[in-house]
């Protein structure tokens, strides 16, 4: 019945976290492969404004009844406040369509099933790297996927030119899938100069800017990393957003994300929020009642809010010491080379340029895990570990 079905290889993200549980050299391993923050004690953080929450939430204890399909107004007025500002006028106006969607994995599910029912001659072009499931769910939902060019590493910095060359070349309807901030996997962003040319040529050539944020508030700051969503919205774009709770809330298995898509008018608004709440009915009805819970009550809740938004730069923060202290100890150890990148680099992620035989080598020979595209998720340094680390990369380097 089923021999014609090809055997899944597996993720490469996904599929490091089964091989380094497996991994028994428990004394020496280190975790830099799957984007999760790890603490300064290598543990994933229950952050104190959600343990607040669920204390709220549990007591009285509540019915767990469907959700709606779009999610609770709480949960997406947050999405809405966090993306275009606490009182945007786009808010204001009703001219957002949101959804709570499970996880931004979700989000973009949704986003691309709409636009491929929608707009079916559209096809999508996601950066040269990207995320790999950006290509994997466009293509899923029956769009043919293509690649912008981005990374320059020569420079470690963006192609810019040609970047805006190959955009100038796109059709109507053309969707970009854009990381407004922390770009997975380099964390090499555009500038905001930058971004005002990409939006230029974006709005005209009539094409879809689709951005998905999944680290806000592990760049600059909440406000500094939603600039490009901002300013699209400025540019008197209809521009997808998809966004992601699982890094900066730490509720990775909650699945909590959003999808809000930006209208021209309200009453357009409207219509496409009803086809998003259809395309959510089709896939899975209705999005998970504890996380869309948490996000409501931590956001909607001033003191809660403030608390959240010091956890995540103290998430921020603990990332870029770390990015300062690999990059000392491997310039000491090497002098000859450049680690400026480290620095340079922002949100959970380093490009680090290892080769995929050297990050076998690390895996193999000395217990540390990274992509084999040479991404390094930062959060998973710490003190005890980083002299270590730069030791194995040091030795797979020479
Ligand atoms: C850019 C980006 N967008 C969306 C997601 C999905 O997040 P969700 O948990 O569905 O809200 C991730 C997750 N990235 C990390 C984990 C993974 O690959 O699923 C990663 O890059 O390691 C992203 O890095």
């Given at each position: 019945m089923f021999e014609h079905v090809t055997p899944y290889a597996g993720d490469p993200i996904l599929g490091l976290m089964d091989k380094f549980a497996g991994d028994p050299r428990g004394d020496i391993k280190v975790n830099l492969g799957v984007g999760v923050y790890y603490t300064e004690d290598g543990k994933l953080p229950v952050l104190e404004c959600v343990k607040t929450a669920e204390g709220r939430i549990a007591n009285p204890p509540r019915p767990r009844g469907y959700l709606p399909m779009d999610g609770l107004a709480g949960y997406k007025k947050a999405c809405q406040e966090l993306l275009f500002g606490k009182d945007s006028q786009v808010g204001k106006d009703g001219r957002v369509a949101t959804i709570a969607t499970l996880g931004g994995s979700g989000a973009l599910k949704v986003g691309a099933d709409f636009i491929h029912e929608w707009f079916p001659n559209a096809k999508c072009y996601v950066s040269?790297?990207?995320?790999?499931n950006h290509i994997s769910i466009f293509e899923g939902a029956g769009l043919e996927v293509g690649k912008y060019p981005y990374y320059d590493g020569a420079t470690i910095g963006v192609k810019f030119d040609e970047m805006c060359a190959f955009l100038n070349t796109l059709n109507e309807n053309d969707v970009v899938l854009l990381h407004?901030?922390?770009?997975?996997?380099?964390g090499v962003d555009l500038s905001n100069e930058q971004w005002d040319s990409v939006l230029d040529i974006i709005k005209d050539k009539k094409l879809i800017p689709f951005m998905d944020i999944a680290y806000q508030g592990f760049g600059d700051d909440m406000d500094g990393d939603a600039y490009a969503i901002r300013l699209a919205v400025e540019k008197g774009l209809s521009v997808f957003v998809s966004n992601s709770f699982s890094k900066n809330l730490s509720l990775?298995?909650?699945r909590v994300g959003g999808l809000s898509v930006v209208a021209p008018t309200k009453e357009e608004a409207d219509v496409v929020l009803g086809q998003l709440k259809f395309t959510v009915r089709r896939i899975y009805s209705s999005p998970p009642s504890h996380g869309n819970a948490v996000v409501d009550t931590v956001m909607n809740d001033d003191e809660l809010f403030n608390q959240w938004v010091g956890e995540v730069y103290e998430m921020r923060d603990r990332i870029r010491q770390m990015r300062q202290k690999l990059q000392d100890v491997l310039t000491e150890k090497l002098p000859e080379r450049d680690f400026s990148y480290f620095t340079k680099q922002r949100g959970?992620?380093?490009?680090?340029?290892?080769t995929a035989p050297q990050v076998i080598r690390l895996r193999d020979e000395f217990a540390i895990y990274m992509v084999?595209?040479?991404?390094?998720?930062?959060?998973?340094?710490?003190n005890a570990n980083v002299e270590y680390v730069a030791n194995s990369m040091a030795e797979v380097l020479k």
């Open positions: 040269d790297p990207t995320w790999g407004p901030c922390c770009h997975n996997p380099t990775y298995g909650e959970m992620f380093s490009f680090t340029g290892l084999e595209n040479g991404r390094m998720c930062v959060a998973g340094l710490n």
